[in-house]
């Protein structure tokens, strides 16, 4: 691989992007009307606000802006009633200005701001914030900051769209108030003014309902939660999530934030489907009363859906409204009504008898007709409903009910056609793009980007650009469209950090979408705003993604190494699917007389046609045939020829035999045909090799894909590539880098490794590197360096110099010492004390904490190999106890991973020390060890190895997979014990796993199980 040239990089968050950069006024969202002057007005940092003759709503919001700025920025600004001596003035507008309208300007002799609405002058103040400077902005305190300079300007603004939004997803993880109110923050700041709170749904109930207690202490927790840490990615907690919930007060506290920052909070309780933690809390509701609901602990559709036949069900859906209604003043609550499949009513007696009773076409109907009475009931209590579009796209919707429910419908997939569905029905639309506006979703297709939803298209520059309301629609439809809103759900995302990072800065590029006109719109223009707003993000303390605030020239995505007529490089091009079907196959062509041509002849096997097989080694006869090189077109740069290495002088065909998914794909073996192109739909980082999606630019939305059994394992074509993972090709080289690359790598690999490594002087230690070796290596680097400048061109002289430093940096390193005995810690802070133990209670290696309980944690080395690659396979025996580590289970257990077991045989255990967190990874068999938490549903207290993850083979830190080394005295001697049943130790922890010294009252685990003390 090729590495990416994104060696200078230029944030350039002053320099001029043109003519005018000196008038460069930064505000996002864009105003509707901007004149910029020339000066600035210096207001000293005491300054004054006049609000004379306003009434005490808008005095109201003049000093909410007053107590933020004399908060944590330390300004001592104070409202007056004089004119004289003022250095803002708030007025009335004479004229006509929109709801959330104001009209700003700002002269070197002072500021006029003028609306006739609470909501204009808090955006008229919105504005003015923004022009200071990004500490006062933040509410950071800077004690050189002694007048806030401010540019001449003239605005009159108001918004495009009355709703301007953001949903969050609290049910699948739950984020505390305080992340809510910064989320608050952050879109006041933008202005948007409508936050969509998804406070309920299968994986969790999130709203304390005081009728219903039980939906929160029973429907408020699961046994286990899908996380994904921002930079080591996706892994399984393996102890209970929750109970997470919000109190009645912690809800009115949040209500009154975001009201005072002219947010209104919309409240949705998913119904009646994506309710299972409701029905695992009160299983009457159900449509099987009698049979097991337990709350998911992933995304996805479940059949367990309310009984909307039993008049006790809804009639608990109606309490639980009225209780949300009272907490949430906002005039619209929703009720979901997305993704509820009718399986569950088909086959229970109450929903047949209604349907049969009422002469229903479809038991989709049931839906209609219970949302249509959730809306009347919602609507006898002041409020209006939103409902997501399936209300209306589902197929045998009853349009009719619907559409007399007059509800608000959430467009999001197919966003467009629902929405001007919705118009010509007279129906009020919001719009949330499933894709761009869904800011969940993975935001880049580089192979660094963090794990998550979607193939990386949903970038920035996708999210500015989408239109909600696009210049084809009438007039008539036109009024339907209310607003729009960005979507956040939370199946992989469970942190702060990671939630900021995937929203931010698209939430922005939304907020713009929601206040500016398109024809005002300019991305470039945005993303230099967003550049310099970074400063305010950073005091803020908000995690954002900075990959497309960042200019180059390079592209980011990392390409195969191009093959020429004299030059090769080959890849053998591995599927990516999921399934055990096609797993470990590769793309081969067929070759006369393979045995494939005859096993799927019916499937249209046949000689020189790209077909999948179980991937050739070296040697076998098929092992060309599934070897690939990438020329590029002479004349048109990102456009391949895929030239197999059994036939160098052609390549493959530029279009299939047909457009579809019987379509097969045959060679072409005396010509060249420069047409396919590369991640177009989907690209990433595998281990050590990348995958790509294949396609011709003859085949426009085709990729090549690796078809199942039904197509016989052909290479065909889809136009998913994501789906089952079909149509992603892991790229393996199988020539290693050579040359001067590698030696640029080698360098580089150097120069990290000295920097991270620590040092002895004499006597060896473990974990430390000698300080001659560092310095050899050292000087060896720059020996190498010295040699490239002066052009020196013996690559092979040049690596084994710097390969020789390496290696004898290596071979000073402090390894464990054979008869030599250790305690072995975790060195994750959320495991801190923990140490390997045998208890020699069972067959399992488990773990103390330190330290109080040190039974059966001191270990010693009985032998020891080093490894090629610089870590260390040794049999490690337990002092205490005389059992050796054995093995890890064949099988997965639960969600974690490979239990290790002790036993008198014996087994290589390596350890693999990280310079750069001066820590090991210790593994077994190829996986690696992890502590099971106490309280996993399974195996608590357990090492595990290895992870239970598609793609993703090992345990994370955060799971604790990181340890260190204490060298103890060797005053124990190995004393061989029969395993025995000694009874259960009486470690106490708390329901998220951590020990607890002296427990208080309360509920804890004790003994692997759940205890009350009193």
């Not at 923004?130 to 401010?150: E, I």
């Not at 995304?299 to 009984?307: A, E, F, P, Q, W």
């Not at 959730?374 to 002041?382: E, R, T, V």
Request: hydrophobic share 40%; proline share 4%; charged share 20%.
């Amino acid at each position: 691989m090729k590495r990416i040239l994104l060696l200078f990089f230029a944030l350039m968050l002053l320099c001029p992007f043109g003519a005018g950069a000196e008038n460069f006024v930064n505000l996002t969202p864009k105003p509707k009307q901007m004149t910029v002057g020339t000066g600035t007005l210096s207001v000293p940092t005491n300054f004054r606000i006049c609000v004379a003759g306003l009434p005490d709503s808008i005095k109201a919001e003049a000093t909410n802006f007053v107590e933020f700025l004399n908060g944590k920025s330390g300004l001592k600004v104070k409202t007056t009633t004089k004119t004289s001596g003022a250095q803002i003035v708030l007025s009335r507008y004479a004229g006509t200005l929109d709801p959330e309208g104001y009209k700003l300007d700002i002269t070197t002799s002072g500021v006029k701001l003028q609306s006739n609405t609470t909501a204009g002058f808090f955006y008229g103040l919105t504005t003015l914030k923004k022009l200071m400077p990004a500490s006062v902005r933040a509410g950071v305190a800077d004690a050189n900051l002694t007048a806030l300079p401010l540019p001449v300007v003239s605005i009159t603004d108001s918004p495009r769209f009355g709703y301007r939004g953001f949903m969050l997803d609290v049910s699948r993880h739950f984020f505390d108030v305080d992340e809510i109110k910064k989320i608050l923050n952050v879109m006041a700041d933008y202005k948007l003014n409508r936050f969509h709170w998804h406070i309920t749904d299968d994986q969790g109930w999130r709203l304390e309902i005081k009728k219903y207690p039980k939906l929160t202490t029973i429907g408020a927790t699961r046994e286990n939660s899908y996380l994904t840490d921002l930079k080591h990615g996706p892994y399984w907690t393996n102890k209970q999530d929750g109970p997470f919930f919000y109190t009645q007060e912690q809800v009115r506290e949040v209500v009154a934030y975001a009201k005072a920052r002219h947010i209104e909070i919309l409240p949705e309780v998913d119904m009646p489907g994506h309710i299972v933690s409701a029905l695992a809390a009160y299983p009457e509701f159900s449509c099987w009363p009698d049979g097991e609901h337990k709350i998911p602990l992933q995304g996805g559709v479940y059949t367990d859906i309310l009984n909307v036949a039993n008049p006790k069900a809804v009639q608990f859906a109606k309490d639980v409204m009225k209780e949300v209604m009272e907490l949430f003043p906002f005039e619209m609550v929703s009720i979901g009504g997305d993704e509820c499949p009718t399986n569950a009513w088909e086959q229970n007696v109450e929903c047949q008898a209604l349907y049969q009773r009422e002469g229903l076409k479809s038991y989709r109907w049931l839906q209609s007709r219970f949302i249509k009475e959730m809306a009347d009931f919602i609507k006898q209590h002041g409020h209006k409903t939103a409902v997501w579009n399936e209300a209306i796209t589902a197929k045998d919707s009853e349009l009719d009910s619907i559409k007399a429910a007059d509800v608000t419908v959430m467009c999001w997939h197919p966003a467009a056609a629902s929405a001007i569905q919705a118009a010509n029905m007279r129906l009020n639309n919001i719009v949330t793009f499933y894709g761009p506006y869904y800011i969940n979703r993975k935001q880049s297709k580089a192979p660094d980007e963090p794990s998550a939803a979607g193939d990386g298209s949903d970038n920035l520059a996708a999210t500015y650009n989408a239109e909600a309301a696009p210049n084809s629609l009438t007039t008539a439809q036109r009024k339907y469209y209310t607003g729009i809103q960005g979507s956040f759900w939370t199946e992989h995302v469970g942190t702060n950090d990671y939630l900021e990072y995937l929203a931010l800065p698209r939430l922005l590029a939304i907020a713009e979408a929601g206040w500016t006109e398109p024809s005002a719109k300019n991305y470039n223009n945005f993303v230099r705003r967003i550049q310099a707003d970074t400063t305010y993000l950073n005091l803020a303390g908000f995690t954002y993604c900075r990959r497309d605030l960042t200019t180059s020239s390079a592209t980011d995505m990392v390409l195969p190494r191009v093959s020429n007529d004299t030059v090769r490089h080959y890849y053998q091009l591995q599927t990516r699917a999921t399934d055990a079907s096609r797993k470990g196959r590769s793309i081969e062509l067929l070759r006369a007389g393979s045995s494939l041509i005859s096993t799927y002849a019916a499937k249209g096997a046949q000689a020189n046609r790209l077909w999948t097989a179980p991937t050739a080694a070296k040697g076998d006869a098929n092992y060309d045939y599934q070897l690939w090189a990438f020329e590029q077109s002479p004349t048109a740069p990102g456009k391949y020829a895929l030239v197999c290495k059994a036939f160098p002088k052609g390549s493959l065909k530029q279009t299939p035999t047909q457009q579809s998914n019987a379509g097969r794909w045959d060679y072409d073996t005396n010509a060249k045909h420069y047409c396919f192109e590369l991640g177009k739909a989907g690209y990433g980082k595998d281990g050590n090799s990348y995958y790509y999606t294949i396609s011709s630019d003859k085949v426009g939305g085709w990729y090549l894909n690796a078809s199942m059994l039904g197509q016989g394992f052909a290479v065909n074509l889809w136009t998913d590539a994501a789906s089952g993972n079909g149509g992603l090709w892991k790229f393996v080289a199988v020539d290693a880098v050579q040359g001067m690359e590698a030696l640029t790598d080698a360098l580089s690999d150097a120069s990290s490794l000295l920097n991270k490594v620590q040092t002895y002087a004499a006597k060896k230690e473990t974990g430390k590197f000698s300080a001659a070796a560092k310095a050899a290596l050292a000087a060896g680097i720059a020996e190498v360096e010295s040699e490239l400048a002066r052009g020196n061109t013996d690559v092979t002289a040049l690596s084994k110099r710097l390969s020789d430093a390496v290696n004898a940096l290596w071979a000073s390193f402090g390894y464990l010492e054979e008869g030599q005995q250790y305690r072995i810690h975790n060195n994750v802070e959320a495991f801190s004390g923990l140490a390997l133990a045998d208890l020699n209670t069972d067959a399992y290696l488990r773990y103390s904490f330190l330290p109080t309980d040190t039974v059966g944690t001191k270990w010693q080395i009985v032998s020891s190999t080093i490894n090629a690659d610089h870590s260390q396979t040794v049999r490690l025996q337990n002092v205490t106890t005389g059992r050796w580590l054995l093995s890890a289970s064949a099988t997965n257990l639960g969600k974690i991973g490979y239990a290790v077991r002790m036993a008198s045989g014996r087994a290589g255990v390596t350890f693999a020390f990280n310079p750069a967190t001066q820590d090991y990874q210790i593994s077994m068999s190829g996986h690696n060890f992890y502590p099971v938490p106490q309280a996993s549903t399974a195996l608590p207290g357990i090492i595990g190895a290895g992870s239970v993850l598609e793609n993703k083979p090992q345990p994370i830190r955060p799971q604790g997979a990181a340890w260190v080394i204490e060298q103890v005295d060797n005053n124990t001697t190995v004393i061989l014990t029969p395993s025995v049943a000694t009874p259960e130790r009486k470690t106490v922890y708390d329901l998220a796993g951590r020990r607890v010294q002296h427990p208080q009252k309360g509920l804890y685990i004790e003994g692997n199980k759940k205890t009350l003390h009193l």
